[in-house]
């Protein structure tokens, strides 16, 4: 332990020993640690982000919905989440470059205490008596995956710069700890078995959490959600969520999901196809159970998906493409021989629905017979399967 002052080495072997027994939550108990062996008595932990893996994607992004405090009130925290955070100077993504790839920084880092007294984020926190702030920032490669704010009094005075050699020495063991709990967390375990297994397949996986927001996804997903994007929109009286506030590489994918999601709970069952312009797309939808490292049970979701390409005219404009869902099932029944009383049957519609089914087909068409319309539709029938 040449990297600190003697002084702490007993501590810090200590604090060693103690993180290193796993009979509670990681993040919890550092914060407690530093306080045992340390003496520091006010401090937060901010999971910035979950790769499974080094080159995974990370479930979040700078998102303070599992921050834990210690010695600090809610109230004032609960603040910092709604109001300050976009303020705080200590975010990652806004330091300057000299300071990004550090363990430790200090608030006299970043800016002289005057004028950092003066910013929103000073201001907030100088009412709450926290003045001072080091910040412990924990990587897996080059990208962050945590970090832990000390913060004193005006009282207690200022970090030191002869604690700066110990804070960083403690950021590698947290480091570590923090990197083997992540991966042998039930999240991280899903995280590693989708790299593992669905990263690479031609058809489409999608991982989500119990509020069916995505987790993770492979390539294949992300190509799919790109045909519904570009194409589901165009169907008569559909409206595509568009307000999604995640991670830009999930919203084409968040937004097809959002619409099957909603069919599955509605109309039940395990799988449900989309039929697009251009393609059918059908869900397959599976739920299991794990244990989190807290001991509480969570749920997830898996969506694999398919995408089967109809072969109908390249050119949008062609009258096919402004067919309703009925209506293309009426035509698949036209084709196949049936009579209008059979479609209504099929349908449970009355044969009068069928009859006005069939006048804004021709319409649309602008054909005035069974036999011009089929004529029109032969490249589109030829091999495509009985809608769903």
Excluded at 87 to 105: E, Q, W
Aim: aromatic residues 12%.
């Amino acid at each position: 332990m040449h990297q600190i002052p003697e002084k702490w080495h007993a501590a810090a072997m200590a604090f060693s020993l103690d993180l290193a027994k796993d009979n509670e939550i990681l993040p919890k108990k550092v914060l407690s640690l530093f306080d045992k062996h340390f003496g520091f008595r006010r401090s937060i932990f901010l999971p910035a982000s979950f790769p499974a893996l080094p080159g995974s994607t990370p479930r979040r992004l700078w998102s303070l919905n599992s921050y834990i405090t210690y010695g600090i009130r809610y109230g004032p925290m609960y603040d910092y989440k709604e109001r300050v955070y976009k303020d705080d100077i200590f975010r990652y993504s806004s330091l300057p470059p000299h300071l990004k790839g550090r363990r430790v920084i200090y608030t006299d880092d970043l800016m002289p205490f005057e004028e950092y007294e003066r910013t929103p984020y000073g201001i907030h926190m100088a009412g709450e008596d926290l003045y001072y702030q080091a910040v412990l920032f924990f990587y897996q490669g080059d990208r962050v995956i945590g970090s832990m704010g000390l913060f004193r009094s005006r009282e207690e005075g200022p970090f030191l710069q002869e604690e700066r050699s110990l804070l960083e020495y403690l950021a590698v063991l947290v480091e570590a700890n923090y990197q083997n709990y992540l991966r042998h967390s039930g999240e991280g375990r899903f995280l590693d078995s989708f790299h593992l297994f669905f990263q690479d397949l031609k058809q489409g996986a999608v991982l989500l959490n119990q509020d069916m927001t995505v987790v993770q996804c492979n390539s294949a997903a992300k190509e799919i959600s790109q045909i519904f994007w570009e194409q589901y929109r165009h169907n008569q009286g559909h409206f595509l969520r568009s307000n999604y506030q995640g991670d830009p590489q999930f919203r084409e994918v968040q937004t097809m999901i959002n619409e099957i999601s909603e069919r599955l709970s509605t109309q039940g069952g395990s799988s449900q196809s989309i039929t697009s312009l251009a393609e059918d797309i059908t869900f397959y939808h599976t739920t299991f159970l794990s244990s989190s490292p807290a001991g509480l049970i969570q749920t997830w979701h898996l969506m694999l998906v398919t995408c089967q390409t109809k072969q109908i005219p390249k050119n949008l404009d062609h009258p096919y493409n402004s067919l309703t869902q009925q209506e293309r099932r009426i035509v698949y029944y036209l084709a196949s021989g049936m009579k209008n009383e059979q479609i209504a049957e099929e349908l449970h519609i009355s044969i009068y629905t069928v009859r006005t089914h069939i006048a804004n087909i021709y319409k649309k068409f602008e054909v005035n017979s069974k036999v011009d319309l089929l004529m029109h539709l032969q490249p589109i029938l030829k091999e495509q399967n009985e809608p769903q």
